[in-house]
């Protein structure tokens, strides 16, 4: 197995929206970025694998004024111009694009965040597996950001972290539960279904 060492300003874990924006925000700014991605593709949940389209504030233009602008409303314009089908792949080779073309900017896809090197209460480096090369990349930084969507880097680092529901009384939250829990948001299956002109046979799973 190989292993390979780097060092940039920059190094966002997660490609996912949020990951994407902040990567090509600090490579245009003039940074050498690194952004590790743990799937085959950008765009997190917005991606073909997950296919939740970016909603944002708006709510799907239901609060026009809400709407997000910079990088993101950028690819959103760019995926209307050249994806007027609203296929999924085609978005995902526009947000691929988008990365690509930066020059500051170095994605490391199929690479899952493993470990992190501390220096005090500063991160030094990570360490990410990219499975499709076998090999091991260490990326040194000044800066990290965890966009992973679910906190993988934190935990690596010995930072305090929570899971579940905060108690009303935290925040002040008028909908939050009067007691703090474990609870968090469950999954989501996404289904896809077109009329065929005539009934079409089914046959339900065994645990159905």
């Known amino acids: 197995m190989k292993k390979l060492s780097h060092k940039f300003d920059f190094c966002?874990?997660?490609?996912?929206m949020a990951g994407l924006?902040?990567?090509i925000a600090a490579a245009r700014k003039g940074s050498r970025v690194a952004l590790v991605q743990d799937r085959p593709v950008f765009g997190g949940n917005a991606s073909s694998e997950i296919r939740m389209h970016?909603?944002?504030?708006?709510?799907?233009?239901?609060?026009?004024?809400?709407?997000?602008t910079g990088i993101l409303e950028e690819v959103r314009l760019e995926n209307l111009r050249r994806n007027p089908q609203r296929s999924f792949s085609i978005w995902d080779a526009i947000l691929y694009e988008k990365v690509m073309v930066e020059p500051n900017l170095k994605a490391f896809l199929n690479c899952s965040c493993l470990d992190a090197e501390m220096d005090g209460d500063r991160i030094r480096s990570i360490t990410g597996w990219q499975l499709t090369t076998e090999t091991y990349h260490k990326i040194e930084a000044e800066v990290f950001a965890d966009c992973s969507g679910d906190g993988i880097l934190?935990?690596?680092?010995g930072a305090e972290f929570r899971i579940?529901?905060?108690?009303?009384?935290?925040?002040?939250?008028?909908?939050a539960p009067e007691k703090a829990d474990q609870k968090t948001m469950g999954m989501t299956?996404?289904?896809e279904a077109r009329d065929t002109g005539e009934p079409q046979p089914f046959e339900p799973p065994s645990w159905a």
Not at 12 to 16: E, L, P, R, S, T
């Open 54 to 68: 970016v909603c944002g504030a708006d709510r799907s233009n239901q609060i026009p004024n809400m709407r997000e």
């Open 154 to 157: 934190a935990p690596l680092t």
């Open 21 to 23: 924006c902040a990567a």
């Open 189 to 191: 299956c996404l289904f």
């Open 164 to 175: 579940g529901r905060e108690a009303r009384s935290e925040y002040g939250e008028s909908f």
């Open 12 to 16: 966002v874990v997660g490609g996912g």
